[in-house]
């Protein structure tokens, strides 16, 4: 995939984010910031990644970060970039899910915040800070063939639900929503110096956020045979390959633009 920069990755300590974590760290990137709200889980990934055992390990820190802390954020990611010298890719993986019975008339206020709170502003601030990181380095260079590939690659996270709306995802739908039309403005702004900004749109995907518990395994399991023509959940590798793509040089005419990777979810 031509991944030989530095990775920041929010939302590192489960899932998806830990996933991509590992998947950057096969296809060789030079360095890891692994940032999450969770710190024990975020040293269990730090650990995963180092039992590797690659050839060529790449440097990791891992940072304590709620990424709806302004301050912290841009405290941060300059840390990083100080850390590493430059800040390559950002996966904006941070995330969270709140289904609310009876939907929108019944959304209390904390409750739309929060999620609005971590989904879609924890995405710009962290997007923010990185871009002006970025904006000043010097663009990457292909380790295949030496072309000029990008100034920085930015994955931010939406999912189908910024296509599509489902029942009782009032706030977490329009979070999403907002990822993408976030996306799509940015990646406007700074195509022509040589900064991408993507999303990736997972489907439904096998992870602490969809297999927390039994009643909501049913559920999901009930969703998927009836409206996923794979008929299966995606695992988080694969939705992880999907943002290494959108990262590394092979997408290096690639902005603005969601990649849904969800089994055939929204061709429907
Ligand atoms: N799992 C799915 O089916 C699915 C589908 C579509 C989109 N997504 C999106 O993918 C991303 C990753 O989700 P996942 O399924 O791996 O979930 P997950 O719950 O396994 O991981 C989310 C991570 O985000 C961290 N986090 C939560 N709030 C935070 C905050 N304020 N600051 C920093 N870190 C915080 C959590 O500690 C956790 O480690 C999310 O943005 C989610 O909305 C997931």
Not at 24 to 33: I, N, Q, T, V, W
Not at 172 to 200: F, P, Q
Not at 209 to 234: C, F, I, S, W, Y
Request: one cysteine or more; a neutral charge.
């Amino acid at each position: 995939m031509d991944i030989s920069g530095v990775a920041l990755i929010t939302g590192a300590a489960s899932g998806i984010g830990a996933a991509t974590a590992i998947a950057l760290a096969r296809d060789g990137c030079s360095g890891l910031a692994l940032a999450d709200i969770n710190e024990e889980s975020i040293s269990k990934v730090m650990s995963q990644v180092q039992a590797l055992g690659l050839p060529k390990q790449p440097r990791i820190h891992s940072y304590v970060l709620d990424v709806t802390d302004e301050k912290a954020v841009d405290r941060i990611v300059a840390e990083v970039a100080q850390a590493f010298g430059r800040i390559d890719y950002l996966v904006n993986a941070a995330g969270i899910a709140k289904k609310v019975p009876g939907g929108a008339a019944f959304t209390s206020t904390p409750d739309w915040q929060r999620v609005i709170d971590v989904n879609l502003t924890g995405s710009f601030f962290v997007l923010r800070a990185a871009a002006q990181v970025m904006l000043k380095q010097s663009p990457l260079l292909s380790t295949i063939d030496g072309r000029e590939l990008q100034r920085g690659s930015i994955v931010n996270f939406a999912s189908i639900l910024g296509a599509v709306g489902v029942p009782m995802t009032t706030a977490y739908t329009a979070s999403k929503h907002g990822v993408l039309g976030l996306t799509k403005t940015a990646s406007e702004d700074y195509a022509a110096k040589g900064l991408r900004i993507n999303a990736i749109c997972p489907g439904y995907t096998e992870t602490p956020m969809t297999m927390g518990n039994e009643l909501v395994r049913d559920v999901m399991a009930e969703k998927v045979q009836k409206d996923v023509p794979m008929r299966r959940m995606g695992k988080p590798q694969e939705i992880a390959d999907g943002v290494v793509y959108l990262c590394g040089g092979r997408s290096s005419f690639v902005t603005g633009t969601g990649l849904f990777v969800d089994g055939g979810y929204t061709q429907r």
